[in-house]
């Protein structure tokens, strides 16, 4: 059932983003209606209005504009508390909060495409793939060993929580994206099937660009 806000959310967006369909598939899973606004330049006027950063993604809710996913996470949790994006156990919270914050804070930053590519020019476009390949590894090794003992269907038990919302992007760049090699990641492999069988994750992480962008490009 889609609960309408006030007014239509606009979301500024990118189809390939991890950081946005961390947030494209929290408003999906609290069926929340929005209108998505697929960013297809850097530097575009109307992104920049609401987030000078430049980055998406960017949420406009009436008068309300809210930049950076975890903080437009945060905002959808408290104004829209249907399917809860954390649970009520203090420790799956607090795991939650770790996976989130390994996530964007040590692993997409270090392999966002800007970064990629300017370590391409700086150093070599040799260099490109497997930079992004070490920071993610890094990260799936410590986020395979804190899960252990908290994954159940999903990152931390049978419900599908913010955790999960910030690893089936983040792997899915792993596996599409970056070619990680996951052998060493049995259980991100195992989350990652389950999420590949939950119809909002199969439609935000098959949606590919419609037009040409320039955002978001491994040159
Ligand atoms: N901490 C921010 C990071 C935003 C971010 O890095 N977005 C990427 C897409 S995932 C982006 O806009 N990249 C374009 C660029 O680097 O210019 C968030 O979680 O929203």
Request: net charge negative.
């Amino acid at each position: 059932m889609e609960q309408e806000s006030e007014t239509t959310m606009k979301l500024f967006s990118h189809p390939m983003s991890s950081c946005s369909r961390r947030v494209r598939l929290a408003l999906h899973l609290k069926g929340l209606k929005y209108e998505c606004i697929n960013v297809t330049s850097v530097g575009d006027p109307e992104l920049l209005k609401v987030n000078p950063m430049g980055y998406v993604p960017a949420l406009v809710d009436g008068t309300t504009e809210v930049s950076d996913s975890y903080a437009i996470l945060l905002y959808l949790e408290e104004k829209f508390p249907q399917h809860a994006l954390l649970p009520q156990d203090l420790i799956k919270k607090s795991i939650n909060y770790q996976v989130a914050s390994i996530v964007s804070s040590s692993i997409q930053p270090l392999q966002n495409m800007t970064l990629v590519n300017y370590i391409g020019e700086l150093v070599s476009p040799d260099e490109k793939l497997p930079w992004a390949q070490y920071h993610i590894r890094k990260g799936f090794v410590a986020l395979e060993k804190l899960l252990a003992n908290h994954a159940g269907k999903y990152a931390t038990g049978d419900e599908i929580f913010l955790a999960d919302l910030y690893l089936a992007p983040q792997i899915d760049n792993a596996l599409n994206r970056y070619s990680v090699d996951m052998t060493d990641f049995p259980l991100l492999l195992k989350l990652n099937k389950a999420y590949s069988e939950v119809l909002s994750f199969q439609q935000i992480l098959a949606d590919k660009p419609q037009e040409p962008s320039d955002f978001i490009k491994l040159q």
